[in-house]
C-alpha cells in the first residue's frame, strides 16, 4: 500500500500492485506524489529472490523477476522489465520446471510483453520462464542455518583474540 497525497491537502491509498498502468504511465494524478510505502512486517520477514537479465551487462533490462515466500506453500512472482507493466502471479513452492513455465508464459498477455531493441517478446519470455524456474528452485530448498559473523582478525589465528 502506499500514501499519495493530492494537491489541497488530498490523501489516498493505492495498493502498490496497481502503481504502474504502462510505460510512463501511473495512476497519479496531476501534481499527487507519492508519500510512503506501507510494507507489511511480514513481507520483510518472507525470503526473496531476484533475478536480472539484460542482452548487455549495462544495458536496459530484458526481464527482471522477484520472488517471496508467502509462508503457506505459495510463491509470489513479479515480472517486471520485459512487461510493460509489473505482472503478478503465483506458484506453489517445489512446483516443478514444467509447472513454472506454464504459469509464466500464460501470465502477461501478449499486449504487454515488450517488443524493442532490448529483446524480442519471446526472447523475454523464455527469460521470464528460465529466472522464475531459478527462483522457484530457490526458494523451495530450505534456508540455509544463520552462521554468526566473526570479524576476519578474531578467529584462529586472528589478532584481536
Request: hydrophobic residues 45%; proline residues 7%.
Amino acid at each position: 500500500m502506499r500514501l499519495l497525497w493530492a494537491p489541497g491537502g488530498g490523501k489516498r491509498r493505492v495498493p502498490v500492485a496497481r502503481l504502474v498502468l504502462g510505460d510512463g504511465r501511473t495512476v497519479l494524478g496531476r501534481g499527487e506524489l507519492i508519500r510512503s510505502f506501507l510494507i507489511p512486517r511480514a513481507s520483510l520477514e518472507s525470503r526473496a529472490a531476484f533475478r536480472r537479465l539484460s542482452l548487455s551487462n549495462l544495458g536496459r533490462s530484458g526481464a527482471l523477476l522477484i520472488g517471496r515466500d508467502l509462508g503457506d506453500g505459495r510463491l509470489r512472482l513479479t515480472i517486471t522489465a520485459a512487461t510493460v507493466r509489473p505482472v503478478r502471479l503465483e506458484v506453489p513452492l517445489g512446483a516443478g520446471d514444467a509447472e513454472v513455465a506454464r504459469r509464466v508464459e500464460a501470465a502477461p498477455p501478449a499486449r504487454l510483453v515488450h517488443d524493442d531493441i532490448h529483446g524480442l517478446p519471446e526472447w523475454r519470455r523464455d527469460m521470464s520462464v528460465l529466472l522464475a524456474q531459478e527462483i522457484v528452485a530457490e526458494l523451495s530448498t530450505p534456508p540455509a542455518p544463520v552462521r554468526e559473523a566473526v570479524h576476519p582478525l578474531e578467529g584462529a589465528g586472528g589478532h584481536l583474540r
